[in-house]
């Protein structure tokens, strides 16, 4: 069975400080992978997505994230956060076989503080 | 704005109460999906429907129940309810049937309250 495992529920930083948000998946075929964000009171936006294209994937707002299969992982860094980077992050994957639908199954969320 | 709408923004009821959520997909989309959000569980996946067709179900309980028109919107349906339904219900759309990398844009939610 697929799932997804995100080390740390809480991470803090200081602005301009590197974030890193780390995502381990256990899938027994290759998988598609996601990260969302969700701001206070709204739904989840996407990120970025692998899709075995590349395994550094750039995303939005800065954000990327390297695709490691030797270490099942996908973590999700920024160079420098900004005090609007503060969010809940999930990191999900999908297996995407054909014709058996789209279950997204998430990881537990990190949620980010960025300190001034 | 991802384009997807759900309705209401909250909902507060009673236990043993019937509930509807409605969601509308992106223009385009065919493919509705719903999932809870709650402290104790995390974001689970309830179920998939893709152009009017059940596609994919998820840990979804007997006493919910979902369906997709022939116009693509979907409702949500929760009845006997519990305390424990109390949850933040996502709707999110997607342009196929979920199988390879296509992105599922998520609605704002509805709040769903059970005293």
């Known amino acids: 069975a697929q799932s997804v495992t995100q080390l740390g529920s809480h991470v803090s930083v200081s602005e301009g400080a590197l974030v890193l948000l780390r995502c381990n998946y256990s899938?027994?075929?290759?998988?598609?992978l996601f990260w969302y964000v969700q701001y206070p009171n709204q739904g989840l936006q996407l990120l970025l997505k692998y899709t075995s294209a590349a395994t550094l994937v750039k995303g939005i707002n800065g954000f990327e994230a390297e695709f490691k299969k030797s270490e099942t992982s996908f973590h999700l860094t920024k160079p420098s956060a900004h005090m609007s980077d503060a969010a809940e992050y999930f990191c999900?994957?999908?297996?995407?076989?054909?014709?058996?639908?789209?279950?997204?199954?998430f990881g537990q969320g990190t949620e980010l503080s960025v300190k001034p | 704005d991802s384009g997807v709408t759900q309705t209401p923004k909250h909902l507060i009821t009673a236990t043993g109460q019937r509930v509807t959520l409605r969601c509308s997909p992106r223009s385009g989309d065919l493919s509705v999906y719903w999932y809870q959000q709650s402290l104790d569980q995390g974001l689970q996946f309830l179920i998939q429907?893709?152009?009017?067709?059940?596609?994919a179900k998820g840990n979804i309980l007997e006493r919910f129940s979902a369906q997709q028109f022939p116009d693509l919107h979907s409702e949500l349906n929760l009845s006997s309810l519990e305390l424990g339904d109390s949850a933040l219900y996502f709707c999110a759309s997607s342009v196929g049937d979920g199988s390879g990398s296509n992105e599922q844009f998520f609605g704002p939610g509805t709040r769903l309250t059970v005293l």
């Open positions: 999900a994957v999908i297996r995407g076989f054909y014709n058996q639908g789209g279950k997204l199954i």
């Open positions: 899938s027994s075929v290759p998988p598609y």
């Open positions: 429907y893709y152009n009017g067709e059940e596609r």
